[in-house]
């Protein structure tokens, strides 16, 4: 997967930004100057407007969706979606503060009101629906495995007594728990830990989301994915449970991003590989055609 940044390691996770500079949208969600809020159909909650800033709890060592560049600022899909809100919900894209979140601490963030809202790679699973309220779906993967080139696994079957490398609170975790007993998980809070343990032979895999796994894979030569994805559901920003007004706005906001088919235009901007595309293409949601949360548990042996 080609990106136009190369990740940031060592990162240190709970740091926050605002991001860099980026055109506001326009009524019809095209790219314009700044200018005033955009209508999504639903309001603003009135604690967020008052604030002038949209709080979001985002990734910062998971390229291409989000993480920190070359330059020291938050990038990537989810980050420029963000930043597509805060034109929206302020006529300012730079309306914004961005909190770096991992896979185990964003709930908490979450919950504890120190974020707005979660866009954080986050699957939908129904356990996570209990504690928070999802979006809905702006787009979706399946867990795969990263291994080095000269390993002779090709299926998660053949990790059987091994030791396997994962993030806590990830969807690759939470499968491995459930479905292979048997596999002792080496857990680390960030990617970059992940894939420094990987690279010293700490595990047999690296077990994570298919499209972060190919960007890896792309920058070290040595590492290739392998296996049938598991596990796979749709992506969903998590807001606090029962805050209905602000669930409204957000699901307002992405139904107007997907009427004028801004996942997929940015998903091309951020990787540019046309067969990467191609492979992906019915990942986002685009015009007159949605992702939706299956109906029971994700997790499936």
Same mark, same amino acid.
């Not at 919900?89 to 707005?116: H, M, Q, W, Y």
């Not at 390993?151 to 990790?159: A, G």
């Given at each position: 997967?080609?990106?136009?940044?190369?990740?940031?390691?060592?990162?240190?996770?709970?740091?926050?930004?605002?991001g860099?500079?980026?055109?506001?949208?326009?009524?019809?969600?095209?790219?314009?100057?700044v200018?005033?809020?955009?209508?999504?159909?639903?309001?603003?909650?009135?604690?967020?407007e008052?604030r002038?800033k949209?709080?979001?709890?985002?990734?910062?060592?998971?390229?291409?969706?989000?993480?920190?560049?070359?330059?020291?600022?938050?990038?990537?899909?989810?980050i420029d979606?963000?930043?597509?809100? %805060?034109?929206? *919900?302020?006529? @300012?894209?730079?309306? $914004?503060? &961005?909190?770096?979140?991992?896979?185990?601490?964003? #709930?908490?963030?979450?919950?504890?009101?120190?974020?707005?809202?979660?866009?954080?790679?986050?699957?939908?699973?129904?356990?996570?629906?209990?504690?928070i309220?999802?979006?809905?779906?702006y787009?979706?993967?399946?867990?795969?495995?990263l291994?080095?080139?000269?390993?002779?696994?090709?299926s998660f079957?053949?990790?059987?007594?091994k030791?396997?490398?994962?993030?806590?609170?990830?969807?690759?975790?939470?499968?491995?728990?459930?479905?292979m007993?048997?596999?002792?998980q080496?857990?680390?809070?960030?990617?970059?830990?992940?894939?420094?343990a990987?690279?010293?032979?700490r595990? %047999?895999?690296? *077990?994570q989301? @298919?499209?972060l796994? $190919?960007d &890896?894979?792309?920058?070290?030569?040595?590492l290739? #994915?392998v296996?049938?994805?598991?596990?796979d559901?749709?992506?969903?920003?998590?807001?606090?449970?029962?805050?209905?007004?602000?669930l409204?706005?957000v699901?307002?906001?992405?139904?107007?991003?997907?009427?004028s088919?801004?996942?997929?235009?940015?998903?091309?901007?951020?990787?540019t590989?046309p067969?990467?595309?191609?492979q992906f293409a019915?990942y986002?949601?685009?015009?007159?055609?949605?992702?939706?949360y299956?109906?029971?548990?994700?997790?499936?042996?």
């Amino acid at each position: 997967m080609v990106v136009g940044a190369v990740m940031a390691l060592a990162l240190a996770a709970g740091c926050s930004s605002s991001g860099g500079s980026h055109p506001a949208a326009g009524s019809d969600g095209s790219t314009a100057a700044v200018g005033g809020p955009v209508d999504v159909g639903a309001p603003l909650p009135a604690e967020v407007e008052s604030r002038g800033k949209l709080t979001v709890g985002v990734k910062c060592d998971y390229p291409p969706f989000g993480y920190i560049d070359e330059s020291s600022k938050n990038a990537g899909f989810e980050i420029d979606i963000a930043h597509r809100m %805060a034109s929206y *919900a302020f006529g @300012d894209p730079d309306a $914004l503060t &961005l909190t770096c979140v991992t896979g185990s601490n964003r #709930v908490s963030f979450l919950t504890s009101k120190r974020i707005d809202l979660i866009e954080a790679t986050m699957n939908y699973t129904p356990e996570r629906a209990r504690t928070i309220d999802f979006s809905t779906p702006y787009f979706a993967s399946g867990v795969k495995l990263l291994v080095p080139k000269n390993s002779p696994i090709t299926s998660f079957r053949q990790l059987a007594g091994k030791s396997v490398i994962s993030t806590s609170g990830a969807t690759a975790s939470l499968w491995l728990t459930r479905c292979m007993k048997d596999v002792k998980q080496t857990l680390f809070t960030q990617t970059s830990q992940a894939l420094s343990a990987l690279n010293q032979n700490r595990g %047999a895999a690296f *077990a994570q989301d @298919d499209t972060l796994l $190919l960007d &890896l894979a792309a920058k070290n030569p040595g590492l290739k #994915v392998v296996g049938d994805a598991k596990a796979d559901s749709p992506w969903g920003m998590g807001v606090r449970k029962g805050d209905t007004r602000m669930l409204a706005w957000v699901n307002g906001a992405l139904a107007h991003m997907q009427k004028s088919d801004y996942f997929w235009s940015e998903f091309r901007k951020t990787v540019t590989d046309p067969s990467v595309q191609r492979q992906f293409a019915t990942y986002v949601p685009r015009p007159g055609r949605g992702l939706a949360y299956p109906s029971g548990s994700t997790v499936q042996c």
